[in-house]
Structures are given as structure tokens and as C-alpha cells.
């Protein structure tokens, strides 16, 4: 993957968390919001006789995000692009605002103290009592492990 960056990708804009990438000879622009080493991208081909035909976009992500969030995200690109006349510049300036928005203010999971764990997912599993949010698989392990349905924190029944 980073060889084919570097033979066939050049890089048109970006930070330290967010980049696009443009490959000219497929048409395609390929932006990229890194967040503790995951990715979490999205892909637009751009047909040769752009403004005339649509732009496809694609979602190229990592990280389990909310698939409900993420379709509205790219049904709202796909409409500033194809109806609203903006520049594609625009519309991934905006994709990148909402993902960064996903990931602000996410507390780590109480369990393995990532926002992002190894299964690439966010924590959104919430206890009722002291509202700490778990990943999924962390308080999955921590149920079997201590076979018991409560809460690591406060010890209230989770379910």
C-alpha cells in the first residue's frame, strides 16, 4: 500500500491527521483521517466527463464507525458535489469536520484506555448508572472473565 502511494499517489493537501491523495490515472482522489494509527478514508472516481456524470464515493475506513452517520455523510457529500456545485475540496473539508466531530469529546473505553482499540472500534457500549463507555469486546471479555453482567466500575447490573 505505501509503495503504491509513493509510485502512483500524490499528495495535494493534508496535516498532520488528514491528507488526500489524488491518482491520476484511475481519476480518483483519496482522502484520509488518521486517529491513533487508525484510518478512516473515503474514495471519490471522478468520471472523465465530470460535471456531465456523477462522482462515485466510496467508504475506506478502518475503524467501525456508525454505518448510519457515515451514509449520511457520504449521501450529503455526494449531494454538494452532484447538486450543489461545490468544490470536491469542500466536500472533504466537510467529511473531515464530521469525523473529527465523531472522535472529539469519545472518552477512552474504562477497560483498555484506548478511544480506538485493536478491533478498530469505538467505545459505545454505556452503563446506565455511571454512563462510562466500553468497547464492545472489552466489556464482552470483561463479562466472561468475571461472569458476572455488571459494570467494572461502579458494579451496577450492565444489562
Known amino acids: 500500500s505505501d509503495v503504491y502511494k509513493r509510485q502512483y499517489q500524490r ?7 488528514f491528507s488526500i491523495y489524488c491518482v491520476r ?9 488518521l486517529k491513533e494509527g487508525a484510518r478512516v478514508g473515503i474514495g471519490l ?14 467508504e ?11 451514509k449520511k455523510w457520504l449521501l450529503r457529500m455526494q449531494t454538494l458535489l452532484n447538486r450543489e456545485n461545490q468544490s470536491i475540496l469542500a466536500a472533504l473539508l466537510l467529511w473531515r469536520g ?3 466531530k465523531e ?14 482499540n485493536s478491533g478498530k472500534e469505538l467505545p459505545r457500549k454505556a452503563c446506565r448508572t455511571c454512563r462510562k463507555k466500553f468497547h464492545t469486546s472489552c466489556i464482552q471479555k470483561w463479562f466472561s472473565s468475571s461472569n458476572k453482567s455488571e459494570c467494572p466500575l461502579c458494579k451496577s447490573s450492565f444489562l
Do not use: Q, W
Open 103 to 116: 472522535f472529539e469529546g469519545l472518552e477512552e473505553c474504562a477497560i483498555c484506555y484506548y478511544i480506538i
Open 25 to 33: 490515472n484511475t481519476r480518483e482522489i483519496i482522502a484520509e483521517f
Open 60 to 70: 475506506l475506513k478502518e475503524v467501525k464507525m456508525d454505518a448510519v452517520k457515515m
Open 45 to 58: 472516481k471522478v468520471p472523465a466527463n465530470y460535471p456531465l456524470s456523477v462522482i462515485e464515493l466510496s
Open 11 to 17: 499528495r495535494v493537501h493534508g496535516s498532520e491527521d
Open 98 to 100: 464530521n469525523v473529527e
